[in-house]
């Protein structure tokens, strides 16, 4: 599975969670660590939770697993490293307060409509 299969999959599981304000940064010419970074928030801890819950679980029927994830105790940030897409779910306020729509600019935004 390349990795704009991974995203578009990624991007309906957050969806399907009611994620809010999901985005798809390609960062492929500006950065090694991956192609894509996706961010996604939730309104509390259990949805953030579920979305990423339901992220691993629909990977997972692919045979697609995760390198790391980290921060699910805490629920504020969860962070998923697909290899190639690294996935952010945030609560509301703690993607307000890092911002890193602004520190990755130099990407390219992608239209969840065109992935």
Not at 69 to 85: A, F, K, Q, T
Request: aromatic share 8%.
């Amino acid at each position: 599975m390349d990795s704009r299969e991974k995203a578009k999959l990624i991007v309906k599981a957050l969806d399907d969670k009611k994620g809010k304000d999901i985005k798809v940064i390609d960062i492929s010419e500006i950065s090694v660590i991956a192609d894509y970074f996706i961010i996604a928030d939730g309104s509390n801890i259990n949805q953030v939770q579920a979305m990423a819950n339901n992220v691993e679980e629909v990977l997972g029927k692919e045979k697609v697993q995760p390198k790391q994830i980290e921060g699910y105790r805490s629920g504020n940030w969860i962070l998923m490293d697909y290899h190639d897409v690294i996935v952010h779910i945030f609560m509301e306020e703690d993607r307000l307060f890092y911002d890193l729509e602004r520190i990755w600019r130099d990407g390219k935004d992608v239209s969840i409509a065109n992935l």
